[in-house]
């Protein structure tokens, strides 16, 4: 979910001097009212709502499809002072409102992250509605003469045919209601119109200017995301001690157990890094060994850190700790159906006194097919 502020249109004279001068604004808000002089109350922003399904290709990297509802809200002030419905008429505004659909990549950094996407309006089919502002916004579209003839009148095109855009955003991995959540400043922009609205201008019953907006969907947007992780439910039988014993086997100096977990002590990275390093290695080869020797025993490995930093960090940390580990084994031979990995970030210590001891790696044994 997005708020932002839209860019201006392109605005093109056709005949006068007259003019639309864009107005800078989030939002609207206030006593509002229709042609017909209705008063009501109004609050429009420019925003954007929607679902994203990300695909993490690397620890870095994760491509994504989305599909999301856009509001793009514009605020200019004619440069004709007149009255309408007895009332001084301060500028205008109007919503467009649109679906579109796109794809797009994001790139992660240490403590930051770059996302595109290019997305696509099909035949658009907007709810358009115009505002009439007097000390704040109003309501409707169309023609807005009053009884002398003098005023603005509005016409829009909107072609059925295909448009695209382009997004661009830098973003940080924040912690939002104790939960991991993204927050993003992005860009969307694009190289053709949106749609075209001709502003007629009129003087006691006479035109005597023409303007046309060109509109896109160039606008800023700060964004707030909050994930939803999904992973493959793992239907795998696991047997039990009583049914298939399972011989003691040492990794390092120390003795494995099913259903027990092993803490790694050897296996260390570089500093806020998923980089193995290469005192690691020996370690490794001893947890391979282990699943050489028992073809089919399934392991999990789990990446654990310290409470420094945000958690949202630490949890994607430790994740692609453990997947360091599982890359490895991999690369050895070993199938990835058999090893299963999680990161539990700070969540589960094992010292208070020792904070460096939380920083670890487990093993745990989960049966034997």
């Given at each position: 979910m997005g708020l932002g502020m839209r860019m201006p249109a392109r605005q093109e004279s056709l005949s006068g001097n007259e003019k639309?001068?864009?107005?800078?604004?989030?939002?609207?808000?206030?006593?509002?009212?229709?042609?017909?002089?209705?008063?009501?109350?109004?609050?429009?922003?420019?925003?954007?709502?929607?679902?994203?399904?990300?695909?993490?290709?690397?620890?870095?990297?994760?491509?994504?499809?989305?599909?999301?509802?856009?509001?793009?809200?514009?605020?200019?002030?004619?440069?004709?002072?007149?009255?309408?419905?007895?009332?001084?008429?301060?500028?205008?505004?109007?919503n467009f409102s649109f679906l579109d659909y796109g794809i797009g990549a994001k790139v992660k950094t240490y403590n930051l992250y770059f996302s595109g996407a290019i997305n696509f309006q099909p035949n658009i089919f907007s709810n358009n509605e115009r505002k009439v502002r007097k000390q704040d916004p109003s309501e409707t579209t169309g023609n807005y003469l009053n009884d002398f003839g003098t005023g603005l009148v509005f016409s829009n095109?909107?072609?059925?045919?295909?448009?695209?855009?382009?997004?661009?955003?830098?973003?940080?991995?924040?912690?939002?209601?104790?939960?991991?959540?993204?927050?993003?400043?992005?860009?969307?922009?694009?190289?053709?119109?949106?749609?075209?609205?001709?502003?007629?201008?009129?003087?006691?019953?006479?035109?005597?200017?023409?303007?046309?907006?060109?509109?896109?969907?160039?606008?800023?947007?700060?964004?707030?995301?909050?994930p939803l992780q999904f992973r493959k439910r793992d239907k795998s039988p696991v047997y039990s001690p009583e049914i298939i014993e399972i011989q003691d086997y040492k990794v390092g100096n120390e003795i494995v157990k099913e259903g027990e977990n092993l803490v790694l002590e050897n296996i260390i990275f570089q500093q806020s890094s998923s980089e193995l390093t290469s005192s690691s290695l020996a370690q490794l080869e001893d947890v391979y060994q282990l699943l050489l020797h028992y073809p089919e025993m399934r392991i999990q490995i789990s990446g654990h850190t310290s409470t420094e930093g945000s958690r949202r960090e630490n949890l994607r940390l430790s994740e692609e700790r453990a997947e360091s580990c599982k890359g490895y084994l991999i690369k050895k031979g070993i199938s990835a159906k058999r090893i299963r990995t999680v990161g539990y970030g700070p969540d589960k210590p094992i010292s208070e006194d020792e904070p460096e001891k939380n920083r670890r790696v487990e093993m745990l044994i989960l049966g034997i097919e």
């Open positions: 639309m001068t864009y107005l800078w604004k989030f939002f609207n808000f206030g006593s509002t009212f229709n042609s017909q002089g209705k008063a009501q109350i109004g609050f429009n922003t420019t925003n954007r709502i929607g679902l994203k399904v990300n695909l993490r290709l690397a620890p870095f990297l994760d491509i994504y499809a989305q599909g999301q509802r856009s509001n793009l809200m514009n605020a200019y002030r004619q440069s004709l002072n007149y009255e309408f419905n007895g009332i001084l008429v301060d500028g205008f505004y109007d095109t909107v072609q059925k045919v295909q448009r695209s855009s382009f997004y661009l955003g830098i973003g940080q991995e924040v912690d939002f209601m104790d939960s991991p959540a993204n927050l993003e400043l992005g860009f969307s922009f694009s190289l053709t119109p949106l749609y075209d609205e001709q502003i007629d201008f009129y003087r006691d019953g006479n035109r005597f200017a023409t303007n046309v907006l060109h509109h896109t969907t160039n606008a800023v947007f700060v964004t707030l995301s909050q």
